[in-house]
């Protein structure tokens, strides 16, 4: 199937996407990762302030069937969460790039950077599911 | 998985584009187009369900009805030609073996009995070390099963079965057809609180009869899946296997009392499951309702207030026809009142439900 993978993103191997604006990073659920799901009728996002670190769980999506863990792209501070999710989850689905945002990080260090995938080889572990 | 089973639609599922998910050894759709479009499809027109992977065990001969009263906890003898009714197999110790869909296909002599998958061959050999002298015989390749249902699932089955009048059968009956030079035998029977029908037919003749309840000029049915079949099933709170009961469960804990005759005739671990009964059952199966945000799963836990474990969840999904959690599980009896805040281990926080009745979706 034919997903968008924004060439200008990294990627976690757990299918969340970030946004690296200097030291600023926007983090989503890829397009991929919400068609698994199916439809999302419940998000749990962590607070404003709360530390994450990469590669662990900092919050929840569900869809009617299953429970999916979220896991942080980088270690940092989040800074802003899309509450808007809260009630309406639906955005997660519809525009999972842009709108379905789910939280934005300020990290520790851009060198967990290197731990990420790119656009190429995101779209290669995908295509192999 | 290389012992993976297919049903004789395996080919049309594909061709639809449904996801394809292991169950219980079976691989079959958990969904086509969306999981909530086609659980309000079913509930507002008509869905088709692939329930080829079922067990059917015919029960035959003259002892066929002797074997199923001490086999099952309900009583045998009042089904007539044509009539069908839910109940249990109970194990040894009082718990269940499975519950089971029987169907008389003639008084004192044949009889349908309709068994979940993932339980057929253990049911079988239970079934047949406990045999009382009837001919029993395990024709689960036998036969493909397509369940229809819905509020426009009759009209649809007046159709397709015709001069068979579907919409004129009583719930609980069967009645044997032919289709396209294929055996059938159509049930008013099913597992989503719709009305509509399941209908047995030949392994060979399922993939044709599928094709024609999708052809219909006059009612639009759709292909439902695995999932919306649980989400549709839990909105009633029907009990289902490996969730609600198990080789453990106590059938009246389990709010099946109304299948368990003790006073009509003997059945395996009778004392055992009246006894509890007797002694005042220990806990309850219940429906609750989320009074903060959370989605109760299978498996968490209820507590009080304060902590103290006091039961746990045994199915739990967003509904989608209340557009809000639902959830059933058992509670111990004290706190089995409906009204009564619970709290839900989701994660290591404690979110408020309640108590509620049920089911949770009026339908049918």
């Known amino acids: ?129 | 998985m290389t012992n993976t089973q297919k049903t004789p639609l395996y080919n049309d599922h594909v061709n639809l584009k449904a996801r394809m998910v292991d169950f219980a050894g079976w691989l079959m759709p958990i969904q086509y187009e969306g999981l909530k479009e086609e659980h309000q499809y079913t509930r507002q027109h008509a869905g088709l369900f692939d329930v080829s992977h079922m067990g059917e065990i015919r029960v035959k001969g003259p002892k066929a009805v002797e074997t199923l009263q001490w086999l099952t906890t309900n009583d045998v003898s009042t089904l007539e030609n044509g009539q069908a009714h839910y109940s249990l197999l109970p194990n040894a110790q009082g718990g269940l073996v499975d519950d089971i869909f029987i169907y008389c296909l003639a008084k004192n002599e044949d009889y349908l009995v309709c068994v979940n998958a993932s339980n057929t061959d253990k049911d079988f050999a239970w079934m047949t070390q406990n045999n009382r002298g009837a001919d029993i015989t395990n024709e689960s390749s036998y036969w493909g099963q397509i369940a229809i249902q819905g509020p426009k699932a009759l009209q649809l089955c007046d159709e397709v079965f015709a001069p068979i009048k579907v919409s004129e059968m009583p719930r609980n009956q069967i009645v044997k057809g032919t289709f396209e030079g294929h055996a059938i035998m159509i049930a008013t029977t099913g597992y989503t609180g719709e009305k509509g029908c399941e209908v047995f037919i030949e392994a060979q003749g399922t993939s044709a009869l599928w094709n024609r309840l999708l052809g219909s000029a006059q009612v639009t049915a759709k292909p439902i899946g695995l999932g919306a079949r649980d989400t549709l099933r839990t909105e009633m709170k029907f009990s289902l296997y490996g969730h609600e009961i198990d080789d453990n469960s106590n059938p009246y804990e389990a709010g099946l009392g109304w299948v368990i005759k003790p006073k009509a005739k003997d059945f395996i671990a009778k004392d055992i499951i009246v006894k509890a009964k007797e002694e005042g059952l220990k806990r309850k199966l219940v429906g609750l309702k989320m009074l903060e945000r959370g989605i109760p799963r299978q498996g968490y836990e209820l507590k009080t207030a304060g902590g103290e474990k006091i039961g746990f969840i045994t199915s739990g999904t967003h509904s989608p026809t209340l557009d809000e959690p639902i959830g059933i599980a058992y509670v111990e009896s004290s706190f089995g009142a409906e009204g009564t805040p619970v709290f839900i281990d989701i994660r290591g926080k404690l979110v408020k439900a309640q108590v509620v009745k049920t089911p949770f979706v009026n339908k049918g």
């Open chain 1, 1 to 129: 199937m034919g997903f968008h993978v924004p060439e200008d993103l990294y990627y976690t191997k757990e299918h969340e996407w970030a946004q690296v604006d200097e030291n600023i990073v926007t983090v989503g659920l890829t397009e991929f990762a919400q068609d698994q799901l199916g439809e999302v009728v419940y998000v749990d996002l962590p607070e404003e302030g709360q530390k994450v670190t990469q590669g662990q769980t900092f919050g929840v999506v569900e869809s009617v069937k299953a429970v999916s863990d979220l896991f942080a792209p980088v270690s940092g501070t989040v800074i802003e969460v899309n509450s808007s999710l809260l009630d309406d989850p639906s955005s997660l689905n519809d525009d999972p790039n842009n709108d379905g945002w789910l939280v934005r990080i300020e990290m520790d260090s851009e060198k967990e950077l290197a731990n990420l995938l790119r656009a190429p080889e995101y779209k290669k572990l995908i295509s192999e599911k």
